[in-house]
């Protein structure tokens, strides 16, 4: 027989995307959402199979699966009652979230997972598969890497779901991993020039999945992840920390939520997707104070995600003998990304010594 995966959150802008993309690799997944108006269209258009459920019976819903690939994001409220589904059926896991703590959480579930043998693989999208990959491959030629910082443009306006779950983030400031702990800290606490492969531009640290996932893939107990931004928008993000308290408010969450739901329908569309591509630059640090830098090109975040997670999806349909939480680069290899269409990649090369400690 063969064996089937299924997407939930499939009509959602970056679901559907993923469905589309399954169906051009020939592959023929089951279609899931919790709304069966907006799910039986897509499924009659692709002619696939679908099944409209909450995530609350997911239990009785995921018979005969063996991956399920969830899209409805923010992960943080679909995460537990589909990886507890997952465990007592045996279906291996993977989202494409790219919150810290559901990667937290996943990781929580590793001995459970590793009993039912089954993947917990939270980040199969652009958040974190590029960074990920790069973090391991930094790794492996600064073996004795104490320190790794990331850094990434995103290459295309936000989908709705994306600017949603920023909402959810915001007035909780950022984090960076420092000595082997996540440590909180004030948004934007970093301000740097990043030189991406088409340019210097300025970056600001932010609480992005790779702070948590990079230390696991790597053993590295120090990383610093930051995005392309306008330097007015970095000293914004700062200047606004005393305010943080504001954006926690539920009645202010709720008025952003509105406001996104107005502004970001849908995402970018496939000119623009087509048109936009990421960059990313990643730096290994040793105690020596010797300093290597790699730099990527990939395409848009939306279209690398549909990619990642079809690529990762059939993965594990038959997985090697592997079980457990695990990140991108581990389940797939760090030289993943460097397979994928659309990828240019500059290999680590040494930079200008710096004196110790002056990181
Ligand atoms: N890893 C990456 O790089 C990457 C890339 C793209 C997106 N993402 C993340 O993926 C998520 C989706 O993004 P998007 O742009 O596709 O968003 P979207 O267009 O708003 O779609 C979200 C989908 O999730 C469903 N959903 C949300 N909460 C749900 C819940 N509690 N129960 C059942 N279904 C639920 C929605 O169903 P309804 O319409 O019924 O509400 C919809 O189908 C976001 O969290 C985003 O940050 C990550």
Known sequence: VTKQWLIYGAYGYTGELIAREAVRHGQRPILGGRSEQKLRPLAEELGLEHRAFDVAQAKESLAGVTVLLNCAGPFATTVRPFVEACLHLRVHYIDITGEIPVFQFCHSQDAQAKQAGIILCPGAGFDIVPTDCLAALLKEALPDATEINLAFTSGSRLSHGTAQTMVEGLGKGGMIRRNGELVAV????????????????????????????????????????????????????????????????????????????????????????????????????????????????????????????????????????????????????????????????EAPVADVAIPHGAS
Request: hydrophobic share 40%; aromatic share 8%.
């Open 186 to 345: 004030p948004s934007g606490y970093r301000l740097r020039r990043i030189p991406f492969p088409s340019g210097t531009r300025w970056a600001a640290t932010i609480p992005w999945g790779d702070v948590y996932t990079a230390g696991v893939s790597t053993g590295v107990p120090n990383t610093l992840v930051y995005v392309a931004t306008p330097l007015a928008m970095g000293l914004a993000m700062r200047a606004a920390n005393p305010l943080r308290f504001v954006l926690k408010a539920p009645s202010v969450k709720q008025w952003l939520r509105k406001k996104v739901d107005r502004r970001y329908a849908g995402g970018p569309d496939e000119a623009a997707r087509k048109r936009g591509h990421a960059e990313l630059w990643g730096e290994a640090v040793n105690p020596a104070g010797h300093r290597i830098v790699a730099r990527m090109t990939t395409p848009n975040g939306y279209t690398l995600t549909a990619d990642a997670a079809v690529e990762i999806a059939m993965h594990c349909l038959n997985p090697a003998e592997i079980s457990g939480y695990t990140t991108p680069s581990h389940l797939m290899g760090s030289r993943f990304i460097l397979s994928r269409p659309g990828v240019t990649y």
